[in-house]
């Protein structure tokens, strides 16, 4: 039997960050927390400009008020629930080492990354644009 689990993602609405919205879904026993790289003083530019993945984040916490990654954002939902899960990345296509260490704490098996690669072409859609896609087609997002 196939598990379909319904993923409020009304979230990622909230105070959007200017360069990329990256959402953190962790999957466990039919249950699902969602988090996501929302800023309290979203900017209208990053404020990271053109500097590559990795580099700049103070800025997204000290300009931005980002408090978390979205991966830790996820983890903090869940709590002890998040212990034997999966998370699903969408978004982005790295996680940071304080993400990473954050989500072995919590005890996260597997992450499953769905972002688009900078050595992918623009016109090419990603792994994300083709969940989403597919997700749309069964009726699981409008």
Do not use: F
Not at 26 to 34: L, Q
Not at 92 to 98: A, E, F, L, R, S
Not at 99 to 122: F, N, S, T, W
């Amino acid at each position: 039997m196939v598990s379909v689990i319904n993923v409020d993602m009304s979230v990622t609405e909230e105070a959007p960050c200017a360069k990329q919205t990256t959402v953190a879904i962790i999957i466990k026993d039919g249950d699902c927390w969602v988090g996501t790289n929302r800023c309290s003083s979203p900017q209208e530019e990053c404020p990271r400009g053109d500097m590559p993945t990795g580099v700049g984040y103070e800025k997204c916490k000290d300009i931005c008020g980002q408090e978390h990654h979205a991966e830790v954002d996820a983890c903090l939902e869940a709590g002890e629930n998040a212990r034997g899960g999966i998370m699903v990345l969408m978004g982005h296509y790295y996680c940071c080492d304080d993400c990473l260490r954050v989500m072995e704490e919590h005890g996260i098996e597997a992450v499953y990354i769905l972002g688009k690669e900078p050595h992918q072409e623009d016109d090419e859609p990603s792994d994300e644009d083709i969940v989403r896609e597919r997700m749309r087609e069964l009726g699981y997002l409008d």
